[in-house]
C-alpha cells in the first residue's frame, strides 16, 4: 500500500513539472525565438529548461523533505519506545537526488520540443 502511493506521488510529481515547463515554453516562445535567431543552439536551449525543470525538482524535493522530516521527528516523539522512523544523510541524499532526477526527467520533452522551434516562426507568433 505505502508503495502504491509513493508512485502515485511520483506520477502526480512528474506530470506537475511536465505541465509546468510544458506552459513556460508555450508562454516564451518569442524568448526562444529571439535566442536562437542571435545564435543560441539547440544543445544552449535544451540545458536552459532541463536546468529549470531540475530546479523546480530540486525546490520540491526540499520542501518534501523537510515536510517529511517535521513528520518523522513529531511521530518519532510519541513513541515511547524511542522512535519507529530514521532518517539518515544517505536517505537524505537518495530523496533530493531523485527529487532533481525526476524534475529534469519530465522536463527533458518540453526543453526539446522548445529547442527544436524554428526561430522565424516563434518570432512571428503572438
Known amino acids: 500500500m505505502t508503495t502504491a502511493?509513493?508512485?502515485?506521488?511520483?506520477?502526480?510529481?512528474?506530470?506537475?513539472?511536465?505541465?509546468?515547463?510544458l506552459m513556460s515554453v508555450s508562454e516564451r516562445v518569442r524568448e526562444i525565438g529571439l535566442k536562437k535567431a542571435v545564435g543560441a543552439?539547440?544543445?544552449?536551449?535544451?540545458?536552459?529548461?532541463?536546468?529549470?525543470?531540475?530546479?523546480?525538482?530540486?525546490?520540491?524535493g526540499v520542501?518534501?523533505?523537510?515536510?517529511?522530516?517535521?513528520?518523522t521527528t513529531v511521530l518519532n516523539g510519541s513513541d515511547p519506545s524511542g522512535?519507529?522512523?530514521?532518517?539518515t544523510p544517505g536517505l537524505t541524499a537518495l530523496a533530493i537526488g531523485f527529487a532533481?532526477?525526476?524534475g529534469?526527467?519530465?522536463?527533458?520533452?518540453?526543453?526539446?520540443?522548445?529547442?527544436?522551434?524554428d526561430p522565424v516562426s516563434a518570432l512571428r507568433s503572438q
Do not use: D, K
Open 83 to 87: 522512535g519507529l522512523f530514521l532518517v
Open 63 to 71: 520542501i518534501g523533505y523537510l515536510l517529511g522530516l517535521v513528520l
Open 104 to 117: 529534469a526527467g519530465a522536463g527533458l520533452l518540453p526543453a526539446i520540443r522548445a529547442a527544436r522551434m
Open 41 to 60: 543552439r539547440t544543445r544552449h536551449i535544451l540545458v536552459e529548461f532541463v536546468a529549470e525543470a531540475g530546479l523546480i525538482g530540486l525546490i520540491g
Open 100 to 102: 532533481v532526477a525526476l
Open 5 to 21: 502511493a509513493a508512485m502515485l506521488a511520483l506520477i502526480i510529481g512528474g506530470l506537475s513539472v511536465v505541465n509546468t515547463m
